[in-house]
Every structure is written in structure tokens, then in C-alpha cells.
């Protein structure tokens, strides 16, 4: 019997072992699908029933027992559960472009975006944000009670000008409007230095708030410039984007003249630090506070990629967001773009 080589086997096993991770992934869609499906065909019987023979409250609890009477072990059949499936076929089934992709995600996964999310454009959002990057359910509910949808819609960056069309929407969604440092076991008083060390140390933490596809590179990265040396706070790569992403941090509230600064960091990473292949840096200043208006003229002449975004140290969105969301026709034009991009990528 011929002796086995270490080295081509290993690459063998590991070329079966992702057939078969791929073909119980592909597996689990078609069970999803055809679950989703079962449930938006229930859903639809039961409102249908209710309709044509006036059945009230009563047919649900009388189905379910009599469901779980015949499919003994099965689960999904509950009174609380058929509820759910009835409030799924009732609250897409008018809707031509949900309708099909809500069956595109888990169960679980439309329960939390269902119970958590009223509007159809903010479903429309975490729907195509869990279709599109893979969200388990952890990160979906992450996403929601750190306002993600909201945060995207106040987003104050130059992207639609600096940034190339085919990452555009993808670097939009890269930065939020605020950011939540609640892990942070720092006082509301503290210096720039304070929070960057607080940050490095909660590390993890932190790129789970700036969202999926962050790496950290480092910090106080130093760049050399004719003699003299200049330190970018934080750098960061996003592997999507292929970009890097410098982070600037102040504990005041945004200047004019930190577009300018983060604007000549870019230049020098992309003209010294850049590797072939890779899109131009992004530029990420978070400030303690800022005026909207302010960053707008800041950033309107600034040619390179820069988003403006503020912290806070405590868990909740202030309730002032809400007064300063877009109307529904603003947010469904500024959307389109974004979910169009999206499905063709």
C-alpha cells in the first residue's frame, strides 16, 4: 500500500470538507425556503378563512390544537406561533417587493426584524442587510438596537463625489451617523488620548459597533511626511471595501479644519501605505458632538472620502433622531440606490 502525503491530503480533506460545508448550507436554504413557504401559505389560509366565514380568535387556537394533535413532535404549529405566521402572510402579502424576499431569510431572523421593526422601509433595510452579508440573528438584533437604519439615513459623509460608483453604497453603509461607546469605563470628562486607550483596550467591542468587516491595524500609526512624522489615531482595513480606513478621534465638537487634517492623511496612506489593488482610504472623523451644517460646508470641497460621525457613552439613540429622520419619500429615494446596488452586486 502506497504511503499518504501529508500535504496533498491535507488539501484534499479540506476540499471535501467545504463540499459538504457548501452542500448542507445549500441544504439548509432549501429547507428554509420551503418552511417559509409552508408558513406564507398558512398564513394565507387563515386570513382567507377568517375573511370568508368571519372566523374570530377562536379558529387559531382550535387549529393548533388540532395541528399538534396530528403532527405529533413538529414544531411551529403553537397558538403563539400561528399568530406569527398569520401577522407574516398579512403584513407582506401586499407588499410586491417584500413578499419574496422575506423568504430569502430564516424564520428566526423575520420574527426579530416582524416584532422589532413597524416600518416597511426600515424591514426593507434589515431584510436586504441579512440577505446580503449573511447576519446571524445575534448580529440582526445588534444592528436594530444600535439604530443601524436610522444612523444610515443621518449619515453625514462626501462619498456620492470621492467615492468610486461601484463601492459607493457599500462605504455609505460603512459609517453611521453616531456611534454607541456605552462599553467604555470612561467618565463623560476625558481627553482624546483617554478615549483611544479605553478603545485599543476594548478592541473587540469597538469593531463590533463599527460594524462587520472591520480589522484593526493599529494605532498612533505613524506617517512620514518630508522629516516630520504624523500619527493617524486609529487605522483600521475594511476587507469588503479593500480600503483603509483611518480613524480621527476628539472629545470636542467638530472643527472645519479636521476635514482638512483627515484629508492629508488619506493622501499620504493611499500614496505611501496603499497596496496595489486596493481603493482609495476612507477617512472617519467621530467627535463628541457636531453641528450638521457645519460638517456639509466642511466636507462639500473636500476631494477625499471622508464620513463625520459623533459617540456617545450612553445606550440609548437621543430622542431628537427621530424629528430629524428624512420624510417617507426622502428615505425611500436615498434607499433605492443603496438596495438596488446591493442586488446587483
Not at 502506497?2 to 479540506?14: D, H, R
Not at 372566523?55 to 390544537?65: C, D, M, P, Q, R
Not at 481603493?279 to 463625520?308: D, F, H, M, Q
Request: charged share 30%.
Amino acid at each position: 500500500m502506497t504511503k499518504i502525503n501529508k500535504v496533498p491530503y491535507q488539501e484534499f480533506l479540506t476540499d471535501i470538507k467545504a463540499k459538504i460545508r457548501n452542500s448542507q448550507y445549500e441544504a439548509l436554504k432549501k429547507v428554509n425556503k420551503t418552511l417559509l413557504s409552508l408558513y406564507w401559505d398558512i398564513g394565507k389560509n387563515i386570513v382567507e378563512k377568517q375573511e370568508e366565514f368571519g372566523w374570530g380568535k377562536s379558529i387559531v387556537e382550535t387549529l393548533s390544537k388540532d395541528l399538534q394533535s396530528e403532527f405529533h413532535g413538529m414544531n411551529g404549529f403553537s397558538p403563539a406561533n400561528l399568530w406569527r405566521i398569520r401577522s407574516f402572510y398579512a403584513g407582506y402579502q401586499a407588499n410586491e417587493k417584500l413578499a419574496p424576499l422575506v423568504r430569502e431569510i430564516s424564520w428566526s431572523h423575520n420574527l426579530v426584524i416582524m416584532e422589532r421593526c413597524k416600518e416597511e422601509l426600515e424591514r426593507e433595510f434589515y431584510i436586504q442587510m441579512t440577505r446580503k452579508f449573511g447576519w446571524s440573528k445575534n448580529v440582526l438584533i445588534h444592528h436594530i438596537e444600535g439604530k443601524s437604519y436610522e444612523k444610515y439615513l443621518l449619515n453625514q459623509t462626501n462619498f456620492d463625489q470621492a467615492v468610486p460608483e461601484k463601492y459607493k453604497h457599500q462605504a455609505k453603509l460603512a459609517v453611521k451617523d453616531e456611534y454607541n461607546f456605552e462599553f467604555l469605563e470612561i467618565g463623560e470628562e476625558h481627553s482624546e488620548r483617554e478615549l483611544e486607550n479605553a478603545l485599543i483596550k476594548n478592541i473587540r467591542n469597538f469593531l463590533l459597533e463599527l460594524g462587520s468587516d472591520f480589522t484593526f491595524v493599529g494605532n498612533q500609526y505613524r506617517l512620514n511626511v518630508g522629516d516630520e512624522d504624523f500619527y493617524i489615531d486609529i487605522l483600521l482595513y475594511h476587507r469588503k471595501l479593500k480600503s483603509l480606513v483611518a480613524i480621527e478621534l476628539k472629545a470636542g465638537n467638530f472643527k472645519p479644519e479636521y476635514a482638512g487634517k483627515m484629508n492629508f492623511y488619506l493622501a499620504v496612506l493611499d500614496d505611501k501605505v496603499r497596496n496595489d489593488g486596493e481603493n482609495p482610504s476612507i477617512g472617519i472623523i467621530i467627535c463628541k458632538g457636531k453641528n450638521k451644517t457645519i460638517v456639509e460646508y466642511a466636507l462639500r470641497s473636500t476631494k477625499g472620502p471622508i464620513g463625520v460621525a459623533n459617540y456617545t457613552l450612553s445606550e440609548t439613540l437621543p430622542v431628537e433622531y427621530k424629528n430629524l429622520l428624512p420624510s417617507p419619500g426622502e428615505i425611500k429615494e436615498k434607499l433605492s440606490g443603496f438596495i438596488d446596488n446591493l442586488e446587483s452586486d
